[in-house]
């Protein structure tokens, strides 16, 4: 498929794995490559977890991040819980929406509801994320705790 | 096998709600670095004032200044939920807990803090359930006996419930508590109009309703708590 050659391309030029679709952080964080700007959410199951998403806090372009820092918050049921950031970079790019509508965190997690673009520092970091088999696993695994 | 949840319990009489904070804060920070086990600290606030991450002073129906006059401290914080008082003879237990750990979201974290409460309340007759959609905490009728607010960081809690023992209610006049308006707020007293046991044995209970609705079986108990032990 020429989206996937393309995809192959870029990941040799930045010397990390192949993505296949997008990859995920064990705190329930999914991210997408385009290039080398990553696309960050939360993940279907984290809003699930989460119940209602009534507030929304995403911080202003241009700032940069350290991997496992957090980026913003997420309210729900009287309850704010951080959200953190899977790679290292500079925030290039904020998604505005979910603040002005946060049930799209809801609804819409891996399209409408993405969060902030950022331009990864180190795209080695990527490589230490899960692919979905791996994050379903994961998930499952903390289920099982209960 | 049964896996032994241990948690250890600090009894913290009247703390002052900064320093409760910055103890709060320390903690956290020690269990993301698993420092230490799961931790609750049981307390009671002077007469204080809260609001939540998303700033909802309209809700405050009386100036900064007049609370002061009252004798009563205003804080923004960055837990979730909306403004509310806290004050003597109300008991505010703040769990520092791994959620990953429990394998619970912040949905389930809320309703069983809910549940706490609600089981609390059922040791003195009174039948207390949760909140309806968009009314987070536990209610007698439509009168609300107790509030949650929590803030979850990596999966490690702060901040969390706060139980009407036998507050002084007309604090929760100046404000529109939690954001609801038309309902009223309630205690434990007022619900059995009775003379209540001493107030610690109120507050071990409440512990003990936490510590069985979250499965912990192993209770370390940290008495005569001071915050010079941090």
């Known amino acids: 498929m020429a989206l ?106 891996y399209q409408e509801g993405w969060m902030i673009k950022v331009k990864a520092s180190n795209p080695s970091e990527l490589e230490s994320l899960m692919d979905p088999k791996e994050y379903t696993k994961s998930c499952e695994e903390e289920h099982a705790a209960r | 096998m049964r896996i032994v949840r241990s948690l250890k319990v600090w009894k913290l009489g009247t703390v002052n709600y900064l320093q409760a904070l910055k103890l709060q804060d320390k903690l956290v920070s020690d269990r993301k670095a698993h420092k230490i086990t799961d931790t609750l600290l049981a307390l009671q606030h002077p007469p204080t004032y809260t609001l939540g991450k998303r700033r ?61 409460m609600i089981e609390l309340a059922s040791l003195y007759g009174v039948k207390a359930r949760a909140g309806e959609r968009g009314e987070t905490g536990v209610w007698v009728g439509d009168r609300k006996i107790g509030a949650i607010g929590v803030r979850i960081s990596s999966a490690i809690t702060s901040h969390g419930l706060a139980f009407n023992i036998d507050p002084d209610l007309n604090y929760f006049k100046h404000i529109v508590p939690c954001g609801i308006a038309e309902k009223d707020v309630t205690s434990l007293r007022k619900e059995i109009n009775m003379v209540l046991p001493n107030e610690e044995l109120i507050q071990d209970q409440l512990i003990s309703c936490f510590a069985n609705v979250f499965g912990f079986s192993d209770i370390v108990w940290k008495n005569n708590s001071s915050l010079a032990d941090s």
């Open chain 1, 4 to 109: 996937r050659t393309w995809a192959s391309s870029i990941a040799n030029a930045l010397r990390v794995s192949l993505l296949d679709g997008l990859k995920y952080a064990s705190s329930h964080e999914w991210v997408k490559l385009d290039g080398s700007v990553v696309t960050i959410g939360i993940t279907d199951h984290a809003q699930d977890h989460l119940g209602e998403v009534v507030f929304v806090e995403v911080p202003e372009a241009g700032g940069s991040m350290a991997q496992g820092t957090s980026y913003g918050a997420v309210e729900s049921v009287k309850a704010t819980s951080d959200v953190n950031s899977p790679i290292s970079g500079d925030i290039v790019e904020v998604n505005t929406k979910p603040s002005e509508v946060p049930g799209l965190i809801n609804s819409s997690p």
């Open chain 2, 56 to 116: 909802t002073d309209h809700n405050l129906l009386v100036s900064e200044d007049d609370l002061r006059s009252i004798g009563a401290e205003l804080h923004y914080t960055q837990r979730g939920g909306d403004i509310t008082f806290h004050g003597p003879h109300q008991a505010v237990l703040y769990p520092i807990i791994s959620l990953r750990d429990l394998g619970l979201g912040a949905r389930k974290y809320v309703e069983k803090l809910e549940l706490t």
